[in-house]
């Protein structure tokens, strides 16, 4: 299939798990009637984003997966027939908690999971007293519609994981994503920020060659100290951008994404073919220190 539908769930969320995967079924509906085949939900969609604080009552919204959500998702799948790409906060084990997003095939199965691999801990983002660091590698998802690739929010920053992925040939890279700025910061810094963001994620689409698909969520979380910035976007596999969600607003997107670009763009940009694997081995190093 060289045309892919893709469909971008940008939304608020609320206390309530329940609520909020309601409103999440609603607008995989709402792409699904649009044309869309695969369909990414934001980081943590059935919850505000609790990482803001250390509270172990927190834990108690972590969920085995496949599981509950799951189980509901690959029902709606089915129905649909449309891809659903679904992060939730993962309870492994007792005492054991990841940062994971289940993919399901537009036929209701599980496909199998991505743990985040990259966990930050900045004020707001205490991320590692909540998840332990991914140990499946990276991955990538035969599904009825393209082979996938997905990366979690804080692996966008990491040129090393969408390369892997890309050679392991993923189509296209996912990126679901909880974001934001400070409402006490300024505006210049948050301009800066949300460039950077953006930035990042289509270069990985530009040296990879394949479209990258982000989805952030949005609203004021946080008792109003934080707003998630949106700014979802598609951008295709030379970098430019198909489509850019605004910064305020909850939005449902179906986006055409044409697979042939990537042969088009590796050939004459032939980025792969010029790379250096003989050279690349001080990469697995830290830092590389004086001698």
Not at 36 to 45: G, P, S, Y
Not at 135 to 163: H, M, N
Not at 177 to 200: L, R, V
């Amino acid at each position: 299939m060289s045309n892919v539908k893709v469909g971008l769930v940008q939304m608020s969320c609320v206390e309530s798990k329940q609520q909020n995967l309601e409103k999440a079924i609603r607008e995989i509906r709402n792409a699904a009637e649009n044309g869309a085949q695969i369909v990414c939900l934001q980081e943590l969609f059935t919850s505000l984003y609790f990482c803001d604080v250390e509270d172990y009552d927190n834990f108690q919204l972590a969920e085995a997966i496949p599981g509950q959500t799951t189980d509901v998702l690959s029902t709606l799948s089915k129905e649909l027939n449309v891809v659903i790409i679904a992060s939730l906060f993962e309870k492994r084990a007792e005492g054991l908690y990841h940062n994971t997003t289940a993919i399901i095939d537009a036929d209701g199965t599980y496909l199998g999971k991505y743990r985040k691999m990259h966990i930050p801990d900045d004020p707001a983002f205490y991320e590692k007293f909540y998840f332990t660091p991914g140990d499946l590698g990276y991955k990538v998802f035969q599904t009825k519609f393209a082979k996938i690739g997905v990366l979690i929010c804080w692996d966008q920053w990491y040129p090393e994981a969408s390369r892997i992925t890309a050679l392991m040939g993923a189509e296209i890279m996912f990126y679901p994503t909880a974001i934001g700025w400070a409402t006490s910061q300024d505006e210049e810094t948050n301009i800066d920020q949300y460039n950077s963001w953006q930035i990042i994620q289509r270069s990985h689409a530009v040296a990879n060659g394949v479209p990258v698909v982000s989805v952030n969520r949005v609203g004021l979380e946080q008792n109003g100290e934080m707003k998630f910035w949106g700014g979802s976007f598609v951008a295709n596999a030379q970098g430019k951008l198909m489509y850019l969600a605004s910064h305020e607003n909850e939005e449902t997107k179906v986006v055409d994404i044409d697979l042939k670009e990537s042969n088009y763009y590796r050939m004459h940009w032939p980025f792969l073919r010029d790379r250096r694997i003989d050279s690349y081995q001080p990469i697995t190093k830290r830092f590389i220190d004086e001698e």
